[in-house]
């Protein structure tokens, strides 16, 4: 009990003091101590002064103790400071993929974004080349230059109220577009921009598009073949043009002549018609005033002239057959 409120440390090492093996206990008042014997205070004391004066079994288990005691000490303050670091590390890590990852989502929105911008102005790009062909026609058309008529140059209108635009809108050679704002052809191609009048490259347009589809039949035979080489395209059929739209050609004015031949032969029958109705009403009139021919002469021009007419009769009905069966050999 007396060595219980020392150092933890000075009170093992007074323990190991006093119980030495083989030391003989210090005889006080002529009594004889044995090992198994209780300390008393005086022997206590004089092996605590002894150790306290300066013997190195103490002060070599203090300064073990001490240094084990540095020693778990800084090991568990290592130990602290790398959990701690550890933690910080992993709240850094934690911190900087929560940035990567907002980087990431914000560049994807930047690249949806421009992505969406890039359509649009191509878009955008494609509508104002499709209207550019307008531009100048629309320009020109709309800007009057002082009470001249951009569509027939006259001065006393203007291109809305023009006579001619009416017109060519009535045969179908122009029209408005579809936002009732421009002229434009037929098949919604704009007209081309330039110092000429929208009439006169209406008119130019057309008329080269008649002359290429039509021919007049009276044209010499070199004159097509020159205009043929020109403009190389069938008339009848979807392709280049060959022999057998020269064989169409010959075959349709062979058809054309026949007409022309067989309208002559009818109007030919119709006045032999009329010719035997006036002779049979001549001959009833005069009957009476005068003498009768002889009856054969009567019979015979009678007769003669029903002859032509069944003739020619005949004639029509085979120039008829001819006409259909060239026509379905042609075509």
């Not at 020109?140 to 291109?159: F, R, T």
Request: charged share 25%; aromatic share 6%.
């Amino acid at each position: 009990m007396f060595t219980s409120a020392l150092d933890p440390d000075f009170q093992r090492a007074l323990n190991n003091k006093l119980s030495l093996q083989g030391r003989t206990r210090t005889v006080t008042e002529q009594k004889e101590l044995h090992d198994e014997d209780p300390y008393d205070y005086q022997e206590v004391i004089k092996e605590a002064v002894t150790l306290v004066s300066g013997k190195t079994l103490l002060r070599s288990q203090i300064s073990e103790r001490v240094i084990l005691q540095l020693d778990v000490a800084m090991l568990l303050f290592l130990k602290h400071k790398e959990v701690s670091l550890n933690r910080k590390v992993e709240d850094k890590l934690k911190a900087l993929n929560g940035e990567v990852a907002n980087i990431k989502d914000s560049i994807q929105i930047q690249h949806d974004n421009i992505k969406s911008l890039i359509k649009e102005f191509t878009q955008q790009v494609s509508k104002t080349s499709n209207q550019s062909s307008y531009s100048r026609t629309a320009q020109s058309q709309s800007q009057p230059n002082g009470n001249q008529c951009k569509y027939c140059g006259g001065n006393d209108h203007y291109l809305r109220a023009c006579p001619d635009k009416e017109k060519d809108l009535a045969n179908g050679w122009i029209k408005w577009d579809r936002d009732n704002q421009y002229l434009c052809f037929p098949d919604g191609v704009s007209i081309p921009s330039g110092p000429r009048l929208i009439k006169a490259k209406v008119d130019t347009f057309h008329w080269s598009r008649i002359a290429n589809l039509h021919i007049e039949a009276e044209e010499d035979i070199l004159l097509l073949d020159e205009i043929r080489k020109k403009t190389p395209y069938s008339n009848f059929m979807c392709g280049v043009w060959d022999n057998r739209d020269k064989v169409i050609e010959t075959q349709m004015g062979m058809m054309s002549d026949k007409e022309k031949e067989l309208e002559e032969t009818k109007n030919l029958l119709e006045v032999y018609k009329q010719l035997v109705n006036m002779c049979q009403t001549n001959s009833k009139v005069t009957t009476s005033q005068l003498a009768p021919p002889a009856p054969e002469k009567a019979a015979d021009l009678l007769n003669n002239l029903k002859d032509q007419i069944a003739l020619l009769q005949a004639q029509l009905n085979n120039m008829a057959i001819n006409n259909n069966s060239t026509s379905q050999q042609g075509f």
